[in-house]
């Protein structure tokens, strides 16, 4: 007796297998080592020094989330729905959070920037709801 064949699955061709392991998209991390480059460089010309320099590295989810809010808004037709909003006001908070530590300052001075973050987050919910 011959022994039962199961069914085969299709295979993935090469594009979808590459399409489905990028988590972000390429334009993202170009964009993050560019910004990176283009920092260094000003230090090594200027002078200028960036003491928190490991902060940079925050920038990468902070583009990610914020490519996946404007993917979403896209697919939305230019509405702010919930699965625009989310990505977006987390790529804000990630972008403030970088710059107070990029340009040293003071979190007692600049906490209300998050404040208006969240609330520009509820404003968006509630002009979605119209």
């Keep these: 007796m011959s022994e039962p064949q199961s069914p085969q699955t299709p295979q993935p061709s090469g594009q979808d297998k590459g399409a489905a392991q990028s988590k972000y998209p390429a334009w993202i991390v170009g964009g993050v080592l560019i910004l990176v480059g283009v920092i260094f460089i000003i230090k090594n010309v200027s002078g200028f020094e960036l003491h928190n320099w ?4 925050i920038l990468i989810p902070a583009f990610a989330s914020l490519g996946t809010a404007y993917t979403m808004y896209r697919k939305n037709e230019g509405r702010f ?4 909003r989310g990505p977006l006001i987390g790529g804000l908070v990630l972008l403030f959070v970088a710059g107070v530590f990029l ?3 003071d979190w007692g001075a600049m906490w209300p920037v998050l404040l208006i ?3 520009a987050g509820v404003l968006l919910s509630v002009l979605d709801r119209k």
């Design 54 to 57: 490991w902060a940079l590295f």
């Design 81 to 84: 729905t919930a699965a625009s």
């Design 103 to 105: 340009f040293n300052l």
């Design 117 to 119: 973050i969240v609330g």
